[in-house]
């Protein structure tokens, strides 16, 4: 079957609230420095409140993560679930400005679109709270066959396994995908999904996919251990290939019972890390979705994150393709 997209991603479609905060801010409001805190509408609002003057851009992970792979040129589509208001109108308006596909029918008379409020630390650190609003109604009705039939890779943000049929829907997508001799790519998306689905989470990893991105704390707390190397050990015994993101070490690329180690890209200034992770997948994807070699595919993980910390948001504010063909990547 032709290949009408080279990823076709499904997540939470969220929009992020981002400003800048001090310690004192995150100390008194009882957050959890550095990690992604699910919330109730009254607490968002009411945190929204107290928050700075900030940035409010659509988001969520894996959308991040096709903004980044339309920058690069890649063909894109989204699957995701938002509200028919005021929010979820930008969010889809957003996605369809870049070039992404977007077919999702927008939710009636249920929860408000998804809202993530983001507080960046002067070190660059961000500490997320999110009203998972009408993002967790999507279900396996919301997956359109098509779509995951005609994409090279397809690709599963993990924040959606707080849903129980957000999980259905992640099962019919991957059958899809293998029926089709599709890649199917996951994201562990954060250290505390890890810990409330582990072993959810591993039964999938090593029954469904082709293809795990993970930042060094989400796959210590996988396999339960502070220690690396047993990890990535873990890691090679269940996927064919992983990547997994060491902040300033670079990454590390494991395929063919071997690894490659990326280095990061320096920086002037880490201004906010929120979407470093999601742009370095869109990287790797689109370089593996063009037949580009491993090593490759790592430096345009590792170009993509450089350009979104470099700035407030999780999108690229320039052209990735710009900056890969200048660099010969």
Known sequence: MTELFDVAAIGNAIV???????????????????????????????????????????????????????SLGARTAFLGKVADDQLGEVFAHDLRAIGAHFPSRPLRGGPATARC?????????????????????????????????????VYLEGYLFDAEAARRAF????????SSGRMIALTLSDGF?????????LGFISSQVDLLFANEAEALALFETDDLAVALDGLRQR???????????GSLLLAD?????????AVEKVVDTTGAGDQYAAGVMYGLARGRPLEVCGHLGSLAAAEVISHYGPRPQVSLRELADREGL
Do not use: W
């Not at 999904?193 to 989470?201: D, F, I, K, S």
């Not at 996927?239 to 070490?249: D, M, N």
């Not at 019972?257 to 890209?265: E, Q």
């Open 257 to 265: 019972g071997g690894t490659v180690s990326i280095p990061a890209r």
């Open 117 to 153: 409020l983001v507080n960046v630390t002067p070190d660059g650190q961000r500490t997320m709270c999110t009203f998972l609003g009408a993002s967790v109604e999507f279900t396996d009705d919301d997956i359109d066959p098509a779509v995951i039939e005609q994409a090279s890779i």
């Open 171 to 178: 099962a019919k997508a991957a059958g899809l995908a293998r």
């Open 239 to 249: 996927t064919r290939l992983a990547a997994v993101t060491r902040s300033e070490k």
């Open 193 to 201: 999904v890890v810990e409330r689905h582990r072993a959810a989470l």
């Open 16 to 70: 992020d609230v981002i400003a800048p905060a001090d310690e004192g801010f995150i100390a008194g409001e009882g957050l959890s420095r550095g990690a992604m805190t699910l919330v109730d509408e009254a607490r968002g609002r009411e945190l929204y409140a107290r928050m700075a003057p900030g940035v409010e851009t659509s988001g969520g992970s894996a959308a991040n993560t096709v903004a980044g792979l339309s």
